[in-house]
């Protein structure tokens, strides 16, 4: 199985959450908008070939979310999975 070139990648992400596990290490959930499929898709391969990463972070204020599409039935529906909070 050949592995995949080591190339950096960037993408904006909103942090979900942070839980500690019972042997010292933490696990980090992050939010990544579906405009992201390449970098997902990077991070697998990542870690399908068992490369670590080296991550820096640079806080920013979230784009303000797009308003709701609303249903025939006037209904509102949410227009992202998880939102920032």
């Known amino acids: 199985m050949?592995?995949?070139p080591l190339?950096?990648?960037?993408?904006h992400a909103?942090?979900?959450g942070a839980k500690t596990l019972s042997k010292g290490g933490t696990?980090?959930?992050?939010?990544?908008s579906d405009e992201y499929i390449k970098q997902i898709?990077?991070?697998?391969?990542?870690?399908r070939f068992g490369y670590m990463l080296e991550i820096s972070a640079v806080p920013m204020k979230p784009e303000a979310?797009?308003?709701p599409k609303e249903k025939?039935?006037?209904?509102?529906?949410?227009?992202?999975r998880y939102p920032y909070r």
Do not use: D, I
């Open 27 to 32: 696990t980090l959930t992050l939010f990544l």
């Open 65 to 67: 979310p797009a308003k």
């Open 72 to 80: 025939k039935n006037g209904k509102q529906r949410r227009t992202q």
């Open 41 to 47: 898709s990077r991070l697998l391969e990542c870690k």
């Open 14 to 16: 909103g942090v979900l």
């Open 7 to 11: 190339l950096s990648f960037a993408f």
């Open 2 to 4: 050949k592995k995949a």
